[in-house]
């Protein structure tokens, strides 16, 4: 989609939006590494090392789900309950691991590539030539502020498990399963040691990864959000600009948009900029448009094309992850669960620690959920604002020539986007309160069936 509007030198700021998340995919063995255009030699080395990275990771991460899941067959019936259920916690981290390594590189990755490759390729830099303006500088930095922190707490969460051993200095292993020899021998100890810190480092960067690009997404399709309102609010104020108004008729449109520039939070993550009006003047172009509804048409249809390039993106995020966000809610209600019943009962030697990483994991957990179901109502929030975006221009001005063109995008924008988990819940802040409470419910269920034990 290419915009007129946006002066080539604002195209070349372009830029690619995915570049801390794609690394950290990559980290996961979920997005293969590359090296643009190569010699076809580098290309096919580069192709195997990627195949062996992705082994690799299916390797560490499988083997230790497998030994965890054997832990339980072995341990079932002997009585402890603590060690059992954080037993289960690491097998379901696992399995997710390795499903979201499957589901992003193998299963669905085609899609990815379309969502990336579209939203670098096609997002606007800025909001159309008006009175004021917005840029996306606004969303990327949230957009990096955001996934930055959260990947980093992802990391901090996971690999603090590692400094356990090392603390206590038992030659104890971070995560305690079963083995089929013995692990405390030389060599042997530093190699199980290297391939459980490996796997701790993969379920980092792999839970960070699947809901880190959600969050992404979601501010990124904000910012464009952001850009449309703008030039929704300044519509009259392009098509003013591009049948060639002189400074008398600005200045009159201009004073009667005025009031709605008192109304606060108008833009979600873009900070609103004013242009003087001499320079408004100058950005004029010679152009065969003397018509209004003409220059309106022209003006409105950029606007409605960003508007269906926008819910073209969501449906292929919707599309991409709705069938997975439906497991989530589970396995986080489940996760939830079982890590606050483990920080409870913990009464080991090792305890204060032991809770600590499980406090850890705990808040990773609702900070995950929060993501997931916070950044999904931001999006829904915003498709709500085309509508009052577009009623904040001085319409009244030209009701007569543009009141048909004002319902049909008006009954338009009322249609607003929802992300949801499998098509069956919306994610919004009331499924985040709820899968809370559910996971707390179950809490109260698992002590009594401790306490009755």
């Known amino acids: 989609m290419k915009c007129s509007d946006i002066p080539t030198e604002e ?27 190569r010699s076809s030699c580098l290309n096919f080395v580069l192709i195997v090392l990627n195949w062996i990275y992705e082994i690799f990771n299916y390797f560490v991460c499988s083997h230790i789900a497998v030994l965890f899941i054997y832990t339980i067959y072995i341990y079932y019936g002997q009585g402890d309950l603590e060690f059992l259920v ?82 206590y200095r038992d030659r104890s292993l971070p995560l305690a399963c079963w083995y089929p020899f013995n ?99 100058q950005q004029q172009k010679p152009n065969k448009i003397t018509s209004f509804p003409t220059a309106f048409n022209h003006s409105l249809k950029r606007c409605v094309e960003q508007h269906h390039y926008i819910i073209s993106i969501l449906q292929k995020m919707e599309s991409f992850y709705n069938p997975i966000w439906l497991f989530k809610i589970a396995e986080v209600t489940f996760l939830m669960c079982l890590v606050a019943f483990v920080s409870i009962k913990s009464t080991t030697v090792n305890s204060l620690m032991r809770m600590v990483s499980l406090g850890q994991y705990l808040l990773l957990v609702l900070y995950e959920l929060f993501i997931i179901c916070y950044f999904a109502d931001v999006v829904y929030q915003n498709s709500q604002r085309c509508g009052d975006a577009l009623l904040r221009s001085p319409w009244q001005l030209h009701l007569r020539q543009l009141r048909s063109d004002y319902i049909i995008f008006l009954i338009n924008s009322r249609r607003t986007f929802r992300l949801t988990a499998g098509k069956i819940y919306n994610l919004n802040v009331d499924r985040l309160r709820s899968t809370i409470t559910t996971a707390f419910s179950f809490l109260t269920l698992l002590q009594k069936m401790d306490a009755r034990g």
């Open 11 to 37: 195209e070349s700021q372009r830029r690619d939006l995915f570049v801390f998340i794609l690394s950290t995919m990559r980290v996961a063995g979920m997005y293969p590494f590359r090296m643009g255009n």
């Open 86 to 167: 954080n037993c289960l916690i690491q097998t379901v981290i696992y399995l997710w691991t390795i499903t979201m390594k499957l589901y992003f590189r193998r299963f669905r990755h085609k899609l990815l590539n379309e969502i990336i490759s579209s939203v670098n390729e096609k997002h606007q830099i800025r909001s159309a030539h008006g009175f004021t303006y917005v840029t996306v500088t606004g969303a990327l930095r949230q957009s990096n502020l955001w996934i930055k922190s959260y990947v980093y707490c992802c990391y901090v969460g996971t690999v603090f498990w590692l400094m356990l051993p090392i603390v």
């Open 183 to 281: 692990y405390s021998q030389p060599i042997v100890y530093e190699l199980v040691f290297f391939l459980q810190a490996v796997g701790q480092i993969q379920v980092a960067a792999a839970f960070a990864s699947s809901s880190g690009f959600h969050m992404v997404l979601g501010i990124v399709i904000s910012g464009q959000y952001d850009l449309l309102s703008c030039s929704l609010k300044n519509i009259l104020a392009t098509s003013y600009l591009k049948m060639g108004a002189n400074k008398a008729e600005l200045s009159k449109l201009r004073k009667a948009q005025s009031v709605a520039d008192v109304e606060l939070n108008q833009f979600c993550y873009s900070h609103e900029i004013t242009t003087p009006l001499e320079k408004l003047m």
